[in-house]
Nanobody, 131 residues
Framework: QVQLLESGGDTVQSGGSLRLSCEASGFTSTYPFNTYCVGWFRQGPGLEREGIANIDIDGSVDYAPSVKGRFTISKDNAKNTLYLEMKSLEPSDTAMYYC?????????????????????WGEGTQVTVSA
């Protein structure tokens, strides 16, 4: 059974930094974690879930304009872990942050919309940025 477990969320002041982690488990030997496209998503109060960063199986990354230059996505395939380094945090970054994994041919079709029932999702970690 595939499981994604996010951690690292906290309350920080504006301008601060955080590092989120997403530990993956339960992937098969035929389709291990490193064969999936993975990404970070967030859902702020009263807002829809949005994709903010993703990384594909060859390491290519993409970011939403709202976080580009401030956030960095990376993964350690040996540890089956996805990371999100966040700097220069702003109150508008306050949200529940989720990681997700999906087959790459499918991931690219829905990433910009922010959600897919076909993907594996974690339960999220809360980030709160105070002014």
């Amino acid at each position: 059974q595939v499981q994604l477990l996010e951690s690292g969320g906290d309350t920080v002041q504006s301008g601060g930094s955080l590092r989120l982690s997403c530990e993956a488990s339960g992937f098969t030997s035929t389709y291990p974690f490193n064969t999936y496209c993975v990404g970070w998503f967030r859902q702020g109060p009263g807002l829809e879930r949005e994709g903010i960063a993703n990384i594909d199986i060859d390491g290519s990354v993409d970011y939403a304009p709202s976080v580009k230059g401030r956030f960095t996505i990376s993964k350690d395939n040996a540890k089956n872990t996805l990371y999100l380094e966040m700097k220069s945090l702003e109150p508008s970054d306050t949200a529940m942050y989720y990681c997700a994994a999906d087959a790459c041919w499918r991931f690219s079709r829905w990433w910009s919309s922010g959600f897919s029932d076909d993907a594996y999702w974690g339960e999220g970690t809360q980030v709160t940025v105070s002014a």
